[in-house]
């Protein structure tokens, strides 16, 4: 999205809904629009088709900051935008979004989708309370109540940072302690059909979390810091152990075996989700297991003193070399190439917040002690950058009794921004000469 886009009626219905929803003035939304991060969020939002929700919050400082996932925590109401289908919002499309209010934290969805589950979902379902009505409307009021209890729980979940996989309509079945050799005979085919459709569903859910990519951020040019990657992959673990456990419970096996005893189509779907879902475990706990040290020696560096930093850099890159070294699945080029980049979108923000970034946006020094501050940015990411070409260089080093895996990937992968901020600083230094 073009800056130029910003009065168009997409972004007025954007704004219109969330200042009157959030009870805000006209000046947040020119300061959410000024946060080129948020500009980044809202457009992705627009153009590309695959990306379905938008949410606007508020942060602690009481501003406005866009994320195309839920917050895991709100301490503020926030609005949702949701499109309808996979498709690139245009001026004329954008009222067909769905539109809502997410809460300031998950204790009233919580108590509303136990209203759901209790309350509604008993009585509506209570054959009881059917007497007398026709079969094909009762039959439809029991399908439209699974659903909205089914929908109410996914929502719950994604509130949470949780993938919630929706159980079969009429599942009591599943809870019979008849052997599932016997209790395949009596399935019906409308029940049949109730299991295969969420294995659809199911396949979908679990599709959208293991297709997400920690790389997202780099792409969308957000310029993201480390934590991002480690919060990326600590989120992934926790909702993969959410999904696993549902998996394990008795219902689901016990479905799993009544659809394998019937030989359906769709057994081996449901196989296959299984096995997904233990192959992103094992992934996810391997990549935190060897990211862990690297973040330690990240968050020894967050409060060193600046002319300090030189002297961390040579632990972190190694660190990186051995991460790379050892892990099974850290040891591919997109993966390493997002780390590094991270780690120096970290040193050019560092090295922003020690010159000043008005100082930096002046494009000379105006004192001796600012040129001097200058060296030692210079110095800093010179440093940073030939620790990387020293560690490309040894990389046997780090491969102890193993097949060495160079890191063969062009150097502008990941320092392009970084050569770039170096190059201005430069580019100062020579002007004061």
């Known amino acids: 999205m073009e800056q130029k886009e910003v009065d168009d009626k997409r972004i007025d219905f954007l704004k219109n809904y969330t200042l009157n929803s959030l009870k805000l003035t006209q000046d947040k939304w020119q300061e959410f629009l000024a946060v080129k991060e948020n500009h980044k969020i809202v457009g992705n939002f627009f153009d590309q088709a695959d990306v379905s929700n938008l949410i606007i919050s508020r942060n602690a400082a009481s501003q406005l900051v866009a994320s195309l996932t839920i917050p895991t925590t709100l301490k503020n109401k926030a609005v949702s935008f949701l499109k309808r289908d996979k498709e690139i919002i245009k001026d004329h499309s954008i009222r067909n979004l769905y539109v809502g209010d997410l809460p300031a934290s998950s204790a009233s969805v919580d108590v509303a989708i136990a209203v759901i589950e209790e309350v509604i979902y008993p009585l509506l379902t209570n ?47 599943l809870e019979s302690a008849i052997p599932v050799c016997r209790l395949s005979d009596t399935i019906d085919s409308k029940l049949m059909h109730a299991f295969e ?38 989120d992934r673990l926790k909702n993969l152990e959410c999904i696993h456990e549902q998996l394990v419970n008795p219902k689901v096996q016990k479905m799993a075996e009544i659809l394998k005893t019937a030989e359906s189509v769709y057994w081996p779907a449901l196989r296959n989700i299984f096995k997904d879902v233990k192959e992103g475990l094992k992934e996810a706990e391997n990549i ?39 892990s099974e699945y850290y040891c591919r080029p997109e993966r390493i190439i997002v780390i590094l980049q991270e780690i120096s979108n970290l040193f050019i923000l560092k090295t922003e917040n020690f010159l000043g970034p008005e100082e ?71 002007f004061e000469r």
């Open 127 to 173: 054959k009881d309370n059917m007497k007398g009505w026709p079969k094909v409307v009762s039959e439809d009021v029991i399908k439209q109540t699974h659903k909205l209890k089914n929908e109410a729980s996914v929502f719950g979940g994604l509130i949470k940072g949780k993938t919630v996989l929706p159980l079969p309509e009429n599942a009591e079945v």
């Open 360 to 430: 930096v946006m002046r494009g000379f020094p105006q004192t001796d002690e600012m040129l001097g501050k200058i060296r030692k940015g210079i110095v800093t990411l010179v440093t940073l950058r030939e620790t990387f070409d020293q560690c490309r260089l040894s990389m046997d080093t780090f491969f102890k009794g193993k097949k060495t895996k160079n890191w063969e990937f062009p150097s502008h992968l990941v320092f392009t921004r970084l050569d770039a901020f170096l190059q201005h600083l430069q580019q100062m230094e020579l």
């Open 288 to 326: 935190i297991l060897y990211l862990t040290p690297l973040q330690k020696r990240l968050d020894e560096i967050e409060n060193v003193e600046y002319s300090l930093l030189p002297s961390h850099i040579k632990a972190v890159m190694y660190t990186v070399a051995l991460t790379w070294a050892n």
């Open 197 to 234: 459709t969420v294995i659809i569903d199911w396949t979908h859910q679990i599709s959208e979390v293991l297709k997400k990519d920690s790389a997202q951020p780099i792409i969308d040019e957000l310029n993201p810091l480390p934590k991002a990657e480690f919060d990326f992959w600590n």
